[in-house]
């Protein structure tokens, strides 16, 4: 129990970090904001492991929870925008 209030604790400063990063319209508020930090630290865990950077069953750690959020960001907005005209 006590670990997953942490990992909502610091999905919750890493969604955070990733909007700051980068501003813009998005929906939701602060539990749209956790759910992308918790979301963006599976990601991050699961590209360092398949990179070689983490062992198994080893968490993504705040940086790159950070950076996976943002990634995941990006990608919403990209889809959110439909395909391109032209």
């Given at each position: 129990?006590?670990?997953?209030?942490?990992?909502?604790?610091?999905?919750?400063?890493?969604g955070a970090l990733a909007k700051m990063?980068?501003?813009?319209?998005?929906p939701g508020g602060m539990l749209v904001?956790?759910?992308?930090?918790?979301?963006?630290?599976?990601?991050?865990?699961?590209?360092?492991?398949?990179?070689?950077?983490?062992?198994?069953?080893q968490t993504a750690g705040l940086i790159?929870?950070?950076?996976?959020?943002?990634?995941?960001?990006?990608?919403?907005?990209?889809?959110?925008?439909?395909?391109?005209?032209?």
């Open positions: 129990m006590l670990s997953f209030i942490w990992m909502c604790l610091i999905g919750l400063v890493a990063l980068m501003p813009g319209k998005d904001t956790m759910l992308l930090g918790i979301a963006g630290s599976i990601v991050a865990g699961f590209l360092g492991r398949t990179l070689g950077w983490y062992q198994e069953g790159m929870s950070v950076l996976g959020a943002v990634l995941l960001l990006a990608l919403y907005r990209m889809l959110k925008k439909g395909p391109a005209a032209g």
